[in-house]
């Protein structure tokens, strides 16, 4: 009888095996990918720095030419830069980053940069350099590779250099196997809506071909910081509640609520221990694992708790939202909504939408849809998002619309966690409380909407009038004067001027 | 200015945050992929042991009864059981399994077991029981849960009992928060589907009700064992080959290529580092990186390789495929195909395909279609699956086939690498040489089925033809005689019985 074999594999092994999970599933995914992780950690790392962002993306051919189909990516920030000890790991460690907390942040695996390094280091077994500055006297620069099977980078050079400047930022140089020109739509849109969801941002692209793509801020205001905040009871399950009570120095369960839980009043801290049967000063680290069960089953019961507060999110903003629309898409008409914040599975969340009309926004068979969680466009499995689905089912007529007009809907939610359905966080899935707030954000837009198309309805039909006026008023004074027998017609310019002001205000309500 | 903090997070924990990824979305989703990942481990196990699968499933209600929403889950089976020192890390590690050799097998991340104990933990923090024998003298007992944080077992308890009987198997026991009465049809249809599949397999469920369903085994038949493959040449990227070299014992290129890599020839093996211009006495521990590199293009160019060999597959075949067929879905007439090996990316499939209709297949809008790999169902993201394509792309009026009718198709892809294209193994990714191979084995089922409902039209027309003559006979024979003015009418029995005899050989045939 055969005996099964066990071995262990690292999670850096795990992801070089099943790549796809993280999105790098053939060589045109790959290269948009790349780019995306190591926009968005740019982006992340500007806005730590309070500085608007300015990202530098360079793709150039790899040694074999266009052919070979490798390329070399290059990518720029301003950013708070990476301390030296953490720099080999950031980019040579699966499931090592920055992004553990519980704040609104672009990246939420942990895996991004190292993936796209890990990508690379396989299809062309070259390795990455890294450089960066926290803006201290000294710049690092590394040449590093990934240890897959110990999960560990290993660092094949370590230079240290003067920074002249004071810059502060950091650089991802590295090659991959690609195809840029099947990619290349997708990257192009996806760096349009990125601009356009962070309009504070200035985003250079080259391309192979040496074609040069500008995306420049249209404001250099940038949103407040998220904050980290901490867990709702109605979000956390026995295993966080588990190392809460490890590591908390607290004493007493009433510290203990206090302190570790979000918006936790001394008041109420004592009402839900009552009703837990839990006594206030017993320590936390003396409940048996049947008491932190028990303990959870009645925070997820206890309806006293205050809804998770989203103070510590950070959205766009109608004035920003605005800029970073008529910047990218140049409508004739933008309508913008932000709602109040809302909560799912104890997590704080606001929806902004808005809806742009006209201009260069281009006509198609159906509205275009453009969705952004935490400041990122999503791109793929737009039929799968829950806002497809929302617009979908909504009654277009009633506010004027139809889908041959040139409209666009743009959804946004930000959260210390979305509601992704898959790593590669593709689109957004079908929670109640999410979808209600994007159909009534949708619904105000939408008015908003209406009134301006039903304003242009009325200004058109004044200008036919008045049309009609100006054609005939000529002709009318004419006949009336032959008519009457008279010799001069009368002086109708007054009349025509009057009219023609009764045009413009109506155009202007 | 703020810096970026860092930290590392282990494997279990990210599968933790993340556990939608392995298919843990939800109660009712997470009720169903416990169940499934512990039963394909059982039907590996009982194969590898050379017996026979036969498992049992008895899920109850927990502690609290159905209100709590909690579970026990207990899976037993009959396979060749886990040696005493690896129980612990099969259930209580992220990343340690025996799936990662090449062969074809059901499951393929390593995750499954380990998921459903984790998720069990992190939902009531009870631990798993596990039980287990080789057939040894002793059976196994570890009462584990697993460290999150450091992604290793915990063992609470461990015990050594006799093993009466010579037992060989594993039995899994743990809790878990699930959704049953959700999960119960999609939980009811995997088994029933795994029956199907598998037709020497007996699985015998027994729910929270206490409602008994049993899937009895049709044939104590089963296909001989996958067998553990070397990789193809088309089929490895720079990281395996250099992983090759790093723990080869060979000392040159000849024999390196012969030993390491599938269906490679004395002869082959001189062609190909000819082309690729490496010296055949060479030390593959002294290939520099870029040789590494241009070594496994040039494996990419090389046209002389023989194609990858399936004998390492484990096709159903005919016999056990119409078997299942029969078993589970009761239908009139079943027509089977088995595609001969194919290959894509250097990695060998086979393709079985049936269609079954009448009987007890019931009639829909459409053809139901059903959907295997390596012996395993895939029941989520239908219309997202290759073979889903394949239907909808085919004329089927031109086999006589409408949507309206009582048929089923049924396509089974076993491969060393199923093209998932989620770590959920909910649906297959639409390759090329795949798909060309589902379409034209559906095709050959299709045209075995356009000749049988042919011959069913015919035998449907003759049998109306011939109840018009047992009809009219008589009356003809009796208005004959009054005209002829005879008084006894002709004996017509022996021509009906003639006609009817004429009936039986047209259905027959």
Redesign the interface.
Not at 1 to 11: A, C, D, L, N
Not at 121 to 126: G, R, S
């Given at each position: 009888?055969?005996?099964?074999?066990?071995?262990?594999?690292?999670?850096a092994?795990?992801f070089?095996r099943?790549r796809?999970?993280a999105g790098f599933t053939n060589p045109s995914r790959a290269i948009f990918a790349s780019i995306r992780e190591l926009v968005e950690n740019s982006l992340d790392?500007a806005e730590?720095?309070?500085a608007p962002p300015t990202i530098y993306i360079r793709l150039t051919y790899g040694e074999g030419g266009l052919e070979s189909g490798v390329y070399r990516l290059r990518v720029e920030d301003n950013g708070?830069g990476?301390?030296s000890r953490?720099i080999p790991?950031?980019f040579g460690?699966v499931?090592?980053?920055?992004k553990?907390?519980l704040k609104q942040a672009r990246g939420t695996?942990?895996l991004g940069g190292t993936m796209a390094v890990l990508y690379g280091?396989?299809?062309?077994?070259?390795p990455a350099l890294i450089v960066s500055s926290?803006?201290s006297t000294k710049v690092y620069k590394y040449r590093i590779m990934v240890d897959?099977?110990r999960n560990r980078p290993i660092i094949l050079e370590r230079k240290i250099l003067i920074n002249k400047d004071q810059w502060?930022g950091t650089i991802v140089k590295f090659s991959l196997e690609g195809d840029y020109f099947r990619a290349m739509p997708k990257i192009l849109e996806y760096l349009k809506q990125t601009a356009l969801v962070n309009p504070y941002a200035n985003i250079t692209f080259v391309d192979p071909k040496g074609r040069l793509y500008k995306f420049v801020r249209a404001t250099t205001k940038m949103p407040p910081?998220p904050k980290e905040t901490l867990p709702h009871p109605y979000g956390v399950?026995?295993?966080t509640v588990?190392?809460l009570m490890q590591m908390t120095p607290h004493r007493n369960m009433r510290d203990f609520m206090i302190k570790h839980f979000h918006r936790i009043s001394e008041k109420i801290a004592y009402k839900f221990l009552e009703f837990a049967a839990i006594p206030r000063g017993k320590n936390p680290k003396r409940l048996g694992?049947?008491e932190?069960?028990k303990l959870v089953q009645m925070m997820k019961r206890f309806e006293e708790f205050r809804s998770p507060s989203a103070s510590c999110l950070s959205p766009l903003g109608e004035e920003l939202l605005k800029a970073g629309i008529l910047k990218e898409l140049k409508p004739e008409f933008i309508a913008v909504c932000q709602r109040k914040p809302s909560t799912y599975a104890g997590h704080p969340f606001i929806i902004e939408t808005a809806i742009a009309y006209g201009g260069s926004i281009p006509k198609k068979t159906d509205f275009v849809l453009y969705r952004f969680a935490n400041r990122i466009p999503l791109l793929y499995d737009e039929a799968s998002d829950v806002s497809f689905r929302v617009i979908k089912s909504m009654n277009w007529r009633r506010y004027k619309a139809s889908p041959d007009m040139p409209i666009a809907v743009l959804v946004h939610i930000c959260s210390t966690k979305i509601p992704?359905?898959?790593?590669g966080k593709e689109f957004i899935a079908d929670r109640p409380e999410v979808k209600r707030e994007i159909l009534n954000g949708i619904r105000e837009a939408a008015r908003k909407l209406r009134r301006y198309l039903s304003k242009q309805e009325h200004v058109e039909k004044e200008k036919r009038r008045l049309s009609v006026f100006s054609k005939y008023l000529p002709k009318i004074a004419k006949f009336s004067t032959e008519l009457a027998g008279k010799e001069r017609q009368p002086d109708i310019q007054k009349l025509l001027e009057i009219v023609n002001q009764v045009g413009r205000k109506e155009s202007r309500k």
């Open positions: 009888m055969v005996t099964q074999v066990f071995e262990e594999i690292s999670p092994d795990f070089y099943n796809d999970i790392a730590l720095a309070g708070v990476i301390t953490h790991s950031a460690q499931l090592f980053g920055s553990y907390k695996f942990g280091q396989i299809t062309t077994h070259k926290t803006g897959i099977q502060h910081l399950d026995v295993e588990k190392r694992p049947g932190v069960v992704y359905k898959t790593v």
